[in-house]
């Protein structure tokens, strides 16, 4: 199966939304995800096309000299392909293009597949927002990369 990153466009917005409605307890709105690939300077989001299908996507902001990952999710029939691996490591490299020096996100402790990829890809835990989730008020650990 070939796999293909590209930026997010608006034409892509369905196949994320399956994506993000089937991930995630508190999905973001077509709204949210227009607004960061239309009206955010700060923004870099991307797909992972499959024949013509949706398979992932990621994104993030780039503020100073930090990335911080926002999102990242793969469509259940794609998961366990490295497409996680491979949509981080394009926003890795994109983070080094634009002179980052380091990489934030947060996660969902329970989210353990997320937390493997993360410390897989060299980010480490360096603290807990109480309550972060507002949807279920779960904690969410605070991961950093550094380069």
Same mark, same amino acid.
């Given at each position: 199966?070939?796999?293909?990153?590209?930026a997010m466009k608006k034409e892509h917005l369905k196949g994320v939304l399956e994506i993000e409605n089937t991930s995630f307890p508190t999905p973001w709105s077509e709204m949210a995800f227009d607004h960061e690939i239309t009206g955010n300077d700060f923004?870099?989001?991307? &797909?992972?096309i499959s024949?013509?299908?949706v398979a992932g996507y990621a994104g993030m902001w780039i503020i100073l000299d930090e990335?911080? &990952?926002?999102?990242?999710? &793969?469509?259940?029939a794609n998961r366990r392909q490295s497409i996680g691996q491979r949509l981080l490591t394009e926003l890795i490299t994109e983070a080094l293009k634009r002179g980052c020096t380091k990489m934030?996100?947060? &996660?969902r402790p329970s989210n353990i597949t997320a937390l493997d990829l993360?410390?897989?890809m060299g980010f480490i835990s360096y603290g807990v927002r109480p309550g972060?989730?507002?949807?279920t008020h779960e904690d969410a650990i605070i991961m950093w990369k550094h380069f």
């Amino acid at each position: 199966m070939e796999i293909n990153l590209i930026a997010m466009k608006k034409e892509h917005l369905k196949g994320v939304l399956e994506i993000e409605n089937t991930s995630f307890p508190t999905p973001w709105s077509e709204m949210a995800f227009d607004h960061e690939i239309t009206g955010n300077d700060f923004a870099y989001y991307i &797909v992972a096309i499959s024949g013509e299908k949706v398979a992932g996507y990621a994104g993030m902001w780039i503020i100073l000299d930090e990335g911080h &990952v926002t999102t990242l999710a &793969v469509h259940p029939a794609n998961r366990r392909q490295s497409i996680g691996q491979r949509l981080l490591t394009e926003l890795i490299t994109e983070a080094l293009k634009r002179g980052c020096t380091k990489m934030t996100l947060e &996660v969902r402790p329970s989210n353990i597949t997320a937390l493997d990829l993360y410390q897989k890809m060299g980010f480490i835990s360096y603290g807990v927002r109480p309550g972060y989730y507002t949807d279920t008020h779960e904690d969410a650990i605070i991961m950093w990369k550094h380069f």
